[in-house]
Nanobody, 123 residues
Framework: QVQLVESGGGLVQAGGSLRLSCAAS????????MGWFRQAPGKEREFVAA????????YYADSVKGRFTISREAAKNTVNLQMNSLKPEDTAVYYC????????????????WGQGTQVTVSS
């Protein structure tokens, strides 16, 4: 079992930055890939970014490419999402997820999920 706890959400003005963190416990951190997803009111949950087990490969949705950066800190069992140049359309609940197996990181096929953290971007 893996427990994931997100932090770092909040209210920010358009053009600002936020850094989300996800602390993982319960299994060896290096054995699973990590991802960030988001869900806005009335919309389906969507992929934002992911990083593989080693941290050597990262994946981004087109809507955030060039603005968001995902990284992992093995010593802290943490995955981070640095969000810059935020837009009102980035407003959503952001979820951290862990993937035991490899494969496609762009889908919702992750094994463990956090409870989410709210990000609100005002115009």
């Amino acid at each position: 079992q893996v427990q994931l706890v997100e932090s770092g959400g909040g209210l920010v003005q358009a053009g600002g930055s936020l850094r989300l963190s996800c602390a993982a416990s319960g299994r060896t951190f290096s054995t699973y890939g990590m991802g960030w997803f988001r869900q806005a009111p009335g919309k389906e949950r969507e992929f934002v970014a992911a990083i593989n087990r080693s941290g050597g490969s990262t994946y981004y949705a087109d809507s955030v490419k060039g603005r968001f950066t995902i990284s992992r800190e093995a010593a802290k069992n943490t995955v981070n999402l640095q969000m810059n140049s935020l837009k009102p359309e980035d407003t959503a609940v952001y979820y951290c997820a862990a993937k035991v197996s490899g494969g496609n990181y762009y889908t919702l096929n992750f094994d463990y999920w956090g409870q989410g953290t709210q990000v609100t971007v005002s115009s």
